[in-house]
């Protein structure tokens, strides 16, 4: 059975009293995306419900950090399988283990050809007290190891100055296109630079600007900006259009890009290659523009045209504000551990 609970108005209070101390064991640092946007941006809504959260992130978990597994009353394993004592160890020590993925951890990735081993991820699965995921077509896969599953979409703060909702834009005559996303993801950006300079060379006045913790090195003229937090807001205020080149492969079905909520929340139309799965369920409330085939041209064409982009924009941040605003999801959390 998954779980999308809308919790009632006493929720909080009922965590308040059973629910003290949450410690997460995360994939990585503050800086890595999945785990800033998956767990750590709920710090203060923690805080705020009256749970103390911490986390260290896997590569420095030590001994000194399995007496707090001890302690908390739930402990959230961020898709971080490990070797079989640490997590038998983890498993007898927690008293509530939330397994939180947001990957198809069992197929190969951008990263790498070799998938992690299943059976650690199915043992994760198994031993779980509950299961979060961040769309369906994870939690079809969870269910098949355990009943407890809980879909909690990726979310933005739509509250904070930077990522304020905009209103839906109308297209100019210089038309900016925009990428941003780690290193990992310059591969898919390479392999559709091609295409998308098509496109640019068919309008000499459309430019394309790139935001990355590395330059992708791409094989078309791009301005290329150097990843930063402090950065973020002035690189998607000058965008027309928001690019979510993704791979094919099956790794591609389990993400539900949180790049994608970010063009969405600036109201940019999103054009993005097709695939099913995580992609395809964010995108079920419009604001997106689909490429098929590789046909960039063509679907950055049907995107600017007026009536299209005016609509693909508006759709875009009524999906955001409706289904991806951080307290609204947050709530799922709180339902969740509430049902512990």
Same mark, same amino acid.
């Given at each position: 059975?998954?779980?999308?609970?809308? +919790?009632?108005?006493?929720?909080?209070?009922?965590?308040?009293?059973?629910?003290?101390?949450?410690?997460?064991?995360?994939?990585?640092?503050?800086?890595?995306?999945?785990?800033?946007?998956?767990?750590?941006?709920? $710090?203060?809504?923690?805080?705020?419900?009256?749970?103390?959260?911490?986390?260290?992130?896997?590569?420095?978990?030590?001994?000194?950090?399995?007496?707090?597994?001890?302690?908390?009353?739930?402990?959230?394993?961020?898709?971080?399988?490990?070797?079989?004592?640490?997590?038998?160890?983890? $498993? $007898?020590?927690?008293?509530?283990?939330?397994?939180?993925?947001?990957?198809?951890?069992?197929?190969?990735?951008?990263?790498?050809?070799?998938?992690?081993?299943?059976?650690?991820?199915?043992?994760?699965?198994?031993?779980?007290?509950?299961?979060?995921?961040?769309?369906?077509?994870?939690?079809?896969?969870?269910?098949?190891?355990?009943?407890?599953?809980?879909?909690?979409?990726?979310?933005?703060?739509?509250?904070?100055?930077?990522?304020?909702?905009?209103?839906?834009?109308?297209? =100019?005559?210089?038309?900016?296109? =925009?990428?941003?996303?780690?290193?990992?993801?310059?591969?898919?950006?390479?392999?559709?630079?091609?295409?998308?300079?098509?496109?640019?060379?068919?309008?000499?006045?459309?430019?394309?600007?790139?935001?990355?913790?590395?330059? +992708?090195?791409?094989?078309?003229?791009?301005?290329?900006?150097?990843?930063?937090?402090?950065?973020?807001?002035?690189?998607?205020?000058?965008?027309?259009?928001?690019?979510?080149?993704?791979?094919?492969?099956?790794?591609?079905?389990?993400?539900?890009?949180?790049?994608?909520?970010?063009?969405?929340?600036?109201?940019? +139309?999103?054009?993005?290659?097709?695939?099913?799965? =995580?992609?395809?369920?964010?995108?079920?409330?419009?604001?997106?523009?689909?490429?098929?085939?590789?046909?960039? $041209?063509?679907?950055?064409?049907?995107?600017?045209?007026?009536?299209?982009?005016?609509?693909? =924009?508006?759709?875009?941040?009524?999906?955001?504000?409706?289904?991806?605003?951080?307290?609204?999801?947050?709530?799922?959390?709180?339902?969740?551990?509430?049902?512990?």
């Amino acid at each position: 059975m998954t779980f999308s609970i809308k +919790p009632g108005g006493n929720t909080v209070r009922r965590i308040k009293q059973r629910m003290k101390t949450i410690f997460a064991i995360t994939r990585g640092r503050e800086r890595k995306p999945s785990t800033r946007y998956r767990l750590l941006q709920y $710090r203060d809504l923690f805080q705020q419900s009256g749970c103390d959260f911490d986390f260290v992130p896997k590569k420095d978990l030590r001994l000194r950090h399995f007496f707090k597994i001890a302690r908390a009353d739930a402990v959230i394993v961020q898709k971080a399988p490990m070797g079989f004592l640490k997590s038998a160890i983890i $498993r $007898r020590l927690a008293k509530k283990l939330i397994f939180e993925w947001d990957d198809a951890l069992y197929a190969s990735s951008e990263i790498s050809a070799t998938p992690p081993s299943s059976r650690s991820l199915h043992g994760w699965l198994k031993r779980a007290d509950a299961v979060t995921c961040s769309n369906e077509h994870l939690a079809e896969y969870s269910r098949r190891l355990n009943k407890n599953v809980y879909i909690i979409p990726n979310a933005i703060d739509l509250e904070i100055p930077q990522t304020a909702l905009r209103k839906p834009r109308e297209i =100019g005559g210089k038309i900016v296109l =925009g990428w941003s996303g780690s290193r990992t993801k310059n591969v898919f950006l390479r392999e559709s630079a091609p295409a998308i300079a098509e496109f640019l060379r068919s309008r000499p006045s459309a430019r394309l600007r790139v935001m990355s913790d590395e330059d +992708p090195r791409l094989p078309c003229a791009y301005e290329f900006i150097p990843w930063a937090p402090e950065r973020e807001n002035e690189f998607f205020e000058r965008l027309d259009v928001g690019l979510l080149p993704l791979s094919l492969r099956e790794f591609s079905k389990g993400k539900f890009p949180v790049t994608a909520l970010l063009y969405m929340a600036y109201g940019l +139309p999103v054009v993005a290659t097709f695939v099913e799965g =995580g992609p395809s369920e964010l995108a079920k409330n419009g604001g997106f523009e689909w490429v098929k085939n590789n046909g960039w $041209r063509e679907a950055l064409e049907r995107a600017i045209r007026p009536e299209t982009y005016k609509k693909l =924009g508006a759709e875009a941040l009524a999906a955001v504000q409706k289904f991806h605003d951080r307290r609204d999801v947050f709530k799922r959390w709180l339902a969740l551990l509430e049902n512990l």
